[in-house]
C-alpha cells in the first residue's frame, strides 16, 4: 500500500477545497478526464445515497433459503450433498460460506449503484489467502471465483464486510467488536480505492500485496503474538507444494505412484472402470492444454500423466465434481499435482447478466486472470466427456497455499485482517473498475464505513435467521447432513 506523508497546512486547505468541489480527497493531480469521472461517481449518490447501503430487511417475496440450496443440490452429485451439508451445518459462520446463492438474491434487492467491476462474486474473508505468484514470491489475494463476474462493487463489499461481523459472532466478539472489523474493512477499501483513483493505470495493474513486504509495513504497530501466529501459517503455506503433497496424497505402487484412497474425500475409480477413466483424463488433458499459453503448455510437455481420483473440496462447492491429477517429471521428485474443478454458472448471473463466455470454466479463469495481480501459471478450463455436460476449470492443487486461522482471531486481529482484505477487495476491483468514479462515489469521510457496517449487522442476524432454518430442516429430515466429513 502507497506510504502517507503528512501534508503541509496549505495543501491541507486546498484538499478541502477540492472536497468541496466535488473532487474528492487524494485526487488533486488528477487530469480533467479522471476528475470528471469523480465527479460522475459523486453524482451516483442522487440514485443511491451512500446511507442506503445500511438497509436491509427481508422483502416479503425472498426465497425459502434451505431451498435455495435445494435447487443447488439437484444439479450436483447425490453421494455429496450430504456432505456439502454437514459442512455447512458446523456454525453460522460455515453456513454464510456455502449460502453466496442465497445472499446473491438478497443483494439484488439492495439498493444498487451502476459502477460495475468483475466481482469476485463470492468474497468472504475465508476466500482471502496468500499463493505462490509464477516468481515464488508469496502474495496476499482473493483466491476464489467460482461466482466471478461483472457486477456492481458494493456487492462484493456487502458480502466481505458481512462476512466479518459473522465470523466476529463465532468467535464470541463483543457487539461493538464485531462492528469494528466490519469499519475496518470498508474503511480499507474506500481509502485503499482512493489511493488507485491517483495512481497511474499500469501502477495499479501491476501493485500486489507482497506478504514480505507487508509484514515489514505491519511488524512495527503489531503485536508478537499476532506476528508469530502469521509466520507460522506462512511456513505451513510454503510447504504446500506439489512436492510436499507427493508423500501426503500419493503412495509409491510397482515404481509408479498412486493417489492414496481416504473415502468419501479422496476416492479413486473402480479398477473395473479404472482404463476408460484414464483415457478421459488423457484426453482432458490434451485439450486443457490447448487453453495455456505456449511458454505454459511447453512446461507442462515435461509432465506425465500418472494417476487421478474424486477429491471433495470446500464448504459451497461440495457436490460439484472436483479431481485431482498427479503428473510426474522425469524425476521422483518432481511431481505436478492439478486440480480439475467443475464450473456452474454464477450465482450472480440471474441478477448481473450472464457471462460474454459461454464456457463456465473460461468464466472462472478469464475472471481470475483479470482480477489477480498474480494468477496460478497453470489457469485453464476444459470440457468434460461423460454423459453429463460439465464444464471445469484447472489451476494447481496446492502452490504455497495458506489461510488465516479466522476462528481464534482476538478482536483487534479480525480488525487488523479486515483492513487487509479491504485493501485487497479495492485494488482487485481497481483492475476492472473505474477507480475515480467509485471514489467519487465513496467520498472522503467515514459515512460509506458506517452505512456498510449497519448492513453487516443487519445481514448477519439474516444469516443466524437461516442458519435456524437450516438446522430445522436437518433436524426434521428435510435435508440429509453427513458431519464431520
Known sequence: MAKHVEKSKKLQKREKAAVAAGRGRGVLDLPKAALERVAEGRAEREAVPLEAHGEWAAPEDRPDPVGVLEGQDAAR?????????????????????GGAGIMAWDLSRTPTTGLRVQCC?????????????????????LNDFDETLPAPFEWDVKRLVASFVV??????????????????????????????????????????????EKFADLAPTTDKATIKAAQKNLAKARRKTSLGSLGKFATKVDGGYRIKQQPPV????????????????????TDYAQTLTPDRSVVLDHYHYEDFARKVVGVGSVGTE???????????????????????????????????????GERVVQGQRLTQA???????????????????????LRDMKGSAAIETMPPERLARY????????????ARTGDAAKITGYLGDDDTFDRAIARFAVAYADQNDADYAAFTEAAEQQRIVVERGV
Open 77 to 97: 452429485v447425490p453421494e455429496l450433498v450430504p456432505i456439502r451439508h454437514g459442512r455447512m451445518i458446523v456454525s453460522p459462520f460455515t453456513f454464510y460460506r
Open 322 to 360: 472436483a479431481f485431482m491429477i498427479l503428473l510426474m517429471g522425469d524425476r521422483e521428485d518432481d511431481p505436478l499435482f492439478l486440480q480439475v474443478k467443475e464450473a456452474t454458472t454464477s450465482v450472480l448471473a440471474p441478477y448481473a447478466g450472464a457471462s460474454e463466455y459461454e464456457h463456465q
Open 121 to 141: 462474486g463470492d468474497a468472504h474473508l475465508s476466500n482471502f489467502g496468500v499463493f505462490a505468484a509464477p516468481d515464488r514470491r508469496l502474495v496476499f489475494d
Open 374 to 396: 498474480a494468477s496460478d501459471a497453470f489457469l485453464g478450463w476444459v470440457t468434460g466427456t461423460g454423459e453429463r455436460h460439465r464444464e471445469f476449470y484447472v489451476r494447481q
Open 266 to 285: 479422496i476416492v479413486r475409480p473402480p479398477e473395473f472402470m479404472h482404463a476408460e477413466a484414464e483415457q478421459l483424463v488423457r484426453q482432458g488433458l
Open 418 to 429: 479486515g483492513e487487509i482484505c479491504g485493501a485487497a477487495l479495492a485494488r482487485a476491483h
Open 167 to 212: 465470523a466476529a459472532r463465532d468467535n464470541g466478539h463483543r457487539p461493538k467488536d464485531q462492528r469494528a472489523a466490519a469499519r475496518a474493512a470498508a474503511a480499507s477499501y474506500r481509502t485503499r480505492m482512493a489511493t488507485a483513483a491517483a495512481m497511474r493505470f499500469l501502477d495499479v495493474w501491476y501493485t500486489r500485496i507482497d506478504v514480505e
